[in-house]
């Protein structure tokens, strides 16, 4: 069965460092989507992506996190410099139906920053 | 306030006991209602979405939407100690390929055996 992959799966970094975390979408999937869940809350979104385009980057905190999906397939979110607030799980998800009824999650990256 | 809101929990009921689990909105543009399974560490997983106001069943969960009152449940018959999960409903704008799609806090649920 296809699933979106993720990795790595868990991330330990000190704050001030660069982490990036890697997304692979189901084949044939046009849409991405970055979400980050804190700990006992549901995931917000934090980039979306129609092919290589960004639709919607606007709850992106742009001074310190970047997206890209340059061929349209995969896609890196890279967080510099790390604070100890972005502790979190980051989804992926991926979708090909619209209106998007149905996106498909990976596993997550855990992220914590000490 | 949130556009979504959902009753955190934590709910626990004994197995075979049927289960509620509610969502309130705010924003009335929002056209497909959908809830999420996500297991501890794993990514949210779709179980069932609708789209008007009314009922659908799909095996032991029913899905219902009241849009006048803004109000959506899951309802799971005979709980499975498998059904232990939080449970996270999100709703959708769709309108000219743009989309918006928002979670609520979800609600972590346990049954026990």
């Known amino acids: 069965e296809a699933e979106v992959a993720q990795s790595p799966r868990y991330k330990i970094t000190e704050k001030s460092q660069a982490v990036a975390f890697w997304c692979d979408p189901i084949s044939g999937h046009a849409t991405l989507y970055w979400y980050r869940q804190i700990l006992g809350q549901g995931p917000e979104l934090l980039v979306q992506f129609q092919d290589e385009s960004v639709v919607d980057d606007s709850q992106l905190p742009k001074d310190r996190f970047s997206a890209e999906r340059l061929k349209g397939v995969d896609s890196t979110l890279k967080i510099q410099p790390a604070e100890l607030g972005d502790s979190a799980m980051y989804l992926c998800?991926?979708?090909?139906?619209?209106?998007?009824?149905?996106?498909?999650f990976g596993q997550g990256t855990r992220l914590t920053v000490v | 306030q949130k556009e979504v809101e959902q009753d955190p929990g934590p709910l626990s009921v004994p197995e075979g006991a049927i289960v509620s689990l509610n969502c309130t909105y705010s924003n009335s543009a929002f056209q497909y209602f959908m809830w999420y399974r996500q297991y501890s560490r794993k990514g949210p997983e779709l179980l069932m979405y609708t789209y008007s106001s009314g009922n659908k069943e799909d095996g032991r969960f029913t899905a219902q939407v009241d849009k006048s009152s803004k109000y959506i449940s899951l309802f799971i018959r005979d709980s499975q100690p498998s059904d232990s999960a939080t449970y996270l409903c999100?709703?959708?704008?769709?309108?000219?390929?743009?989309?918006?799609?928002?979670f609520g806090t979800g609600t972590r649920l346990t049954i026990i055996p």
């Open positions: 999100a709703m959708l704008i769709s309108n000219f390929g743009n989309e918006k799609l928002t």
């Open positions: 998800a991926s979708s090909t139906r619209q209106p998007n009824t149905e996106a498909f």
